[in-house]
């Protein structure tokens, strides 16, 4: 515990220090314990019916939800496609909204080989997105579709649209590579003005060793750095900055070690590393 503490401060000491990120006015950014203080987190906990707590992954939810507010890209005849969905909320709320849903997981089969559909983390069928009954059954029928995708092959027949998303989802495609492939070419999906907004795994205990060519992945802070050296030449998009504040709170600098907590779990020990959750922000300029 002590290692992994240290290994933390020296890596978060060594980063750009930014003004502390807020989900009021989000840009490319950490989870991190002041956030889920905010009225905004409390709302979007609401919408999905689900009661607050400190989990990153709630935090992941609540993250995409205020991005696309912020953007106004949550209303009517908006249009979005998310990947690797499995059963999670969003896009039965986006369509309460009024917003078009396409929801995207990968096929079963290759679900199944993953270990997905035995652990219930795969979209099966369209009804287990509205489990909660966050969107009125006619709306969501009218409104969300289902389509099985690979993210390491995303095809050319699927449209455009005002925004795309994912979940804890790209760092499961198989490399760090195909995780920064898939965000680049996400953004091949959307609309002039459309908006990418993903959420992933940070490294944040060493930005040179880490976990990669496995099922689960930790990207790095140079990988984004990368990111950003690639997207220079995609004079059509741009990556909102990275805020690249850890946060010094009580539970910024908690560790959850396995089995891990369903509470106070915004870094957590994997392997030899410390991870928490990280939001990416692209916006598609023309």
């Not at 979007?44 to 991005?67: G, N």
């Not at 929801?103 to 035995?118: H, I």
């Not at 850890?246 to 915004?266: F, N, V």
């Amino acid at each position: 515990m002590s290692l992994l503490s240290s290994k933390f401060k020296e890596i978060t000491d060594n980063c750009p220090v930014s003004a502390e990120p807020s989900l009021v006015m989000p840009t490319s950014q950490m989870c991190t314990e002041s956030q889920f203080y905010e009225q905004v987190y409390k709302d979007a906990c609401f919408e999905i019916k689900e009661q607050p707590r400190s989990h990153r992954k709630q935090w992941e939810f609540c993250y995409i939800i205020q991005v696309l507010k912020h953007y106004g890209l949550l209303r009517s005849r908006s249009s979005g496609i998310g990947f690797g969905v499995g059963e999670e909320p969003l896009p039965s709320l986006f369509a309460s909204y009024g917003c078009k849903v396409l929801a995207t997981d990968l096929d079963v089969s290759n679900a199944a080989d993953k270990g997905w559909v035995a652990s219930d983390q795969h979209l099966r069928t369209k009804e287990v997105l509205n489990k909660r009954g966050i969107c009125d059954d006619e709306s969501f029928n009218k409104l969300v579709n289902i389509d099985y995708v690979d993210m390491n092959n995303i095809p050319d027949n699927l449209g455009k649209f005002n925004f795309t998303w994912s979940s804890c989802a790209l760092e499961h495609l198989g490399s760090i590579d195909k995780s920064l492939d898939f965000i680049v070419n996400s953004t091949k999906l959307l609309k002039p003005g459309g908006i990418a907004v993903h959420t992933t795994e940070l490294n944040v205990s060493n930005d040179v060793l880490t976990i990669d060519n496995q099922n689960t992945v930790l990207l790095r802070i140079k990988d984004f750095n990368n990111l950003s050296r690639k997207l220079v030449n995609h004079k059509d998009i741009a990556l909102s900055p990275f805020n690249y504040f850890a946060g010094y709170q009580p539970l910024d600098t908690h560790i959850d070690l396995p089995p891990y907590s369903s509470d106070k779990h915004l870094k957590i020990a994997m392997a030899q590393y410390v991870t928490t959750s990280v939001g990416i922000i692209i916006r598609k300029l023309f």
